[in-house]
């Protein structure tokens, strides 16, 4: 008889990875710390800043105080949910940009130094990037675009149509020439008296109106290129209209109202897509920013995939809005690839993709 008793090497097996990222956020008005083991997140912890509600937008001044008072103990929640010692990280990941300043530069120095003390490497991350890249979140239920896709990207400071042909491979194909969708929304509302941010109001209101009632004029753009302002004004000289023969407009037409801007801005961001696919013979759309945890927008493009044959991706909810999780999955590829920054980085207020 013939026993088999050499050991048998399977080398793929053996070298696991195990790469720990501590990933910080601190872009606007949301201060996140998460932590990554390999492509998944064991922690996401993320303070929104009250403080804004009462000014109708965000203060860049107080946002980077409230940053300071924050960033400990966040990133503190962040360790502690995830069960890590910080000794045990492989790397520290940061917002560089765009965003606000003096918010990036609380994140940016907090990590800098992190890396520094830790001995560990520092890994800087486009925000509009991570926006993108959320997608590859390793979660059970994920659905990961295949290269080439079509990204939208919508926020409340941006609204691009990226070309994605690889991770760090991206080619803005249309963007907005003035407003961002999410300025869109949180004016729109604010217009309508509703606080800041309002985009999610209007969401809520717009589930129960109907959205042809009051028909908005939609921009004349070129190219693959958006416009919001336009919207905005109309919105205003509308509601000033109404409201001066009968001041109990807003409040008797509210879910109409915004059910009505929610369908206008969804068309004009199909319209665009469309027009993209077209161009581009790629039919795969993954959306991310703020703005796409609107349910409307959420809708059509689920519908886009009998409706026109499109392969569309959405993010869970929690990774639409600014988090540190996709500054972490963004920090996970780049560590693979070995592409650190040095202490002598420095935040970027404009920064493109
Ligand atoms: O990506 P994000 O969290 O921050 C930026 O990088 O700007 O996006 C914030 C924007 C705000 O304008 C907010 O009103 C909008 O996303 N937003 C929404 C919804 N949830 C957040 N807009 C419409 N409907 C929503 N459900
Ligand atoms: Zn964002």
Known sequence: ??????????????????????????????????????????????????????????????????????????????????????????????????????SLLVGTSFAKSLALGLHIPLIEVNHMQAHILAHYIDEETSNKPEFPFLAMTISGGHTQIVKVNDYFDMEILGETLDDAVGEAFDKSAKILGLPYPGGPLVDKHAKLGDPKRFPFPKPKVGELDFSFSGLKTSILYFIQRETKKNPKFVEENLDDICASIQYTITNILMDKLKKAVKETGINRIAIGGGVSANSGIRNVLKNAEKNYGWSTYIPKFEYCTDNAAMIGIVGYYKFKKKMFATQEITAKARYVI
């Open 1 to 102: 008889m013939f026993y088999l008793c050499t050991p048998i090497f399977i080398p793929n097996l053996v070298e696991k990875e195990t790469i720990y990222i501590l990933a910080i956020e601190s872009s606007c008005d949301d201060t996140s710390a998460a932590v990554l083991h390999n492509d998944k997140v064991i922690s996401n912890v993320v303070a929104t800043q009250k403080i804004h509600e009462e000014y109708g937008g965000v203060v860049p001044e107080l946002a980077s105080r409230a940053h300071q008072q924050n960033i400990v103990p966040v990133v503190h929640q962040a360790l502690l949910k995830a069960n890590i010692d910080k000794k045990q990280l492989s790397a520290i990941a940061f917002t560089r940009g765009p965003g606000l300043m003096g």
